[in-house]
């Protein structure tokens, strides 16, 4: 509805529009892209100076170890990431990136763990990494291969993982690795692994489209104390799934963050482009692409609160979660599309805001489960859904 705010609809509380107002104050003076800067070098001067700003508090849980609340919450985390993907892709991935490297420790954690490690997430001045993908075990996850032999109190971690965000500049590392207590995802567990350990090192870096801190990880023979260990042995793959159900709905609102960014610059550009004795805004064409775009992002929304706000009222969204991703991700990709083409030759001159956002979108389609994985959680949990309404007991 023109006037009002996406941040009035029922899934809100009043704190969360606040929030929405202060973050946007905060990233306007903040925020500037800087593709000259060192991409390690800009993340660690992000997750510092989004530690200092109070933000990361947001993406932990517990008060005594310096979260904004006991539980994490979702529609302030997604809010704060739709903000932060305006401004700058590479803000939204450190700051989201405290968050999926920390996650399992907030949900899963000892109390010793949350000590250790929580504080210095929510500060700034630890950063965090989830090591869960391997070469042969990216969708199929429940394929890794990495081993986690237990020795006495400690367990001999050999293997390794790739694709690892903030791989190469992260202070620790959630590793999944195989203990072998059953088959499959039932044979996994979860360690938090210090990036100094003895038999740990980054094997090599890799460079994406949209680029940031990314390696392949290597573990041989590295010895990580039995205390390091989160959840019991053989729950890994719970773990994973559980902290992903949190920030996948994230990647929807970053989606989302960069859709609406797109949909912004291409009304910029369709008013003030004059063609044809007209400006391109004023052409039934272009206003069918646009309304598109509109729609679609109100769609993606809708489903992104919806899942961020049944998780916050402690229900399972992990069809929830899986719907808004994968809606919120491709439509932002047809949004992005739209707004190069609106653009012209200008949409794809580097370091123009919509060719960035073209590159940013691309991998959020394919991480925390590619379209195709969110598809068939979807399926699943609805047919599972029918047979038990249609054949109950
Ligand atoms: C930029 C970036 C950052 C990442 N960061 C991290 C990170 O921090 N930590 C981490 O652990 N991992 C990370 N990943 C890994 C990511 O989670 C995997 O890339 C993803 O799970 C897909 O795995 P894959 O690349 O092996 O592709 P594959 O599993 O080989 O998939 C290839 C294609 O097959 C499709 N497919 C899968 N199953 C089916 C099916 N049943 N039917 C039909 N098609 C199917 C997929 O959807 C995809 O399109 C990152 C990846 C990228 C690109």
């Not at 980054?202 to 010895?223: G, K, S």
């Not at 580097?350 to 925390?368: A, D, G, Q, S």
Request: with cysteine.
């Amino acid at each position: 509805m023109p006037g009002s705010s996406y941040l009035d609809w029922p899934f809100f509380e009043p704190r969360h529009a606040e929030l929405a107002a202060e973050m946007e104050a905060w990233a306007r003076q903040q925020l500037h892209e800087d593709d000259s800067e060192d991409v390690d070098e800009a993340c660690r001067r992000l997750v510092r100076s989004l530690g200092a700003g109070g933000w990361l508090k947001y993406t932990i849980g517990g008060t005594a170890y310096g979260a904004a609340a006991e539980k994490i919450d979702t529609r302030a985390l997604c809010i704060l990431r739709e903000t932060l993907a305006q401004h700058s892709g590479l803000a939204d991935f450190s700051f989201a990136l405290q968050g999926l490297g920390s996650g399992a420790i907030t949900l899963f954690g000892t109390p010793e763990q949350k000590r250790k490690y929580l504080p210095r997430v929510a500060d700034g001045s630890a950063i965090a990494a989830f090591a869960l993908s391997e070469t042969d075990a990216g969708s199929d996850v429940a394929a890794l291969q990495c081993s986690a032999r237990a020795e006495g109190d400690a367990y001999i971690l050999n293997g390794e993982k790739t694709w690892i965000s903030n791989g190469g500049i992260a202070d620790f590392y959630v590793v999944f690795a195989r203990t072998g207590e059953g088959d499959g995802a039932k044979g996994i567990t979860t360690f938090v692994v210090d990036a100094e350990t003895a038999g740990f090192h980054v094997a090599e870096r890799l460079e994406v489209i949209a680029p940031h801190p990314l390696a392949r990880l290597e573990f041989r023979d590295c010895r990580v104390p039995a205390v390091q260990r989160i959840g019991e042995a053989g729950q890994g793959f719970k773990v994973a799934m559980a902290t992903l159900d949190v920030f996948r709905t994230s990647v929807a609102a970053a989606a989302l963050g960069f859709a609406r960014r797109a949909l912004r610059e291409a009304l910029r550009r369709a008013t003030s482009r004059k063609m044809f004795g007209q400006a391109l805004a004023e052409f039934q064409l272009t206003q069918g692409k646009l309304a598109e775009m509109a729609t679609g992002i109100d769609a993606a929304a809708l489903l992104t609160y919806r899942a961020a706000w049944l998780r916050d009222r402690g229900e399972r969204v992990t069809v929830e979660a899986a719907m808004a991703k994968m809606t919120a991700t491709e439509t932002a990709q047809r949004v992005i599309d739209a707004a190069v083409q609106i653009f012209g030759g200008l949409g794809v001159r580097k370091n123009e805001t919509v060719e960035r956002l073209y590159r940013e979108i691309r991998p959020l389609r394919i991480y925390e489960g590619a379209t195709e994985v969110q598809q068939l959680i979807i399926a699943r949990g609805i047919i599972k859904a029918f047979q038990e309404q249609e054949q109950p007991g």
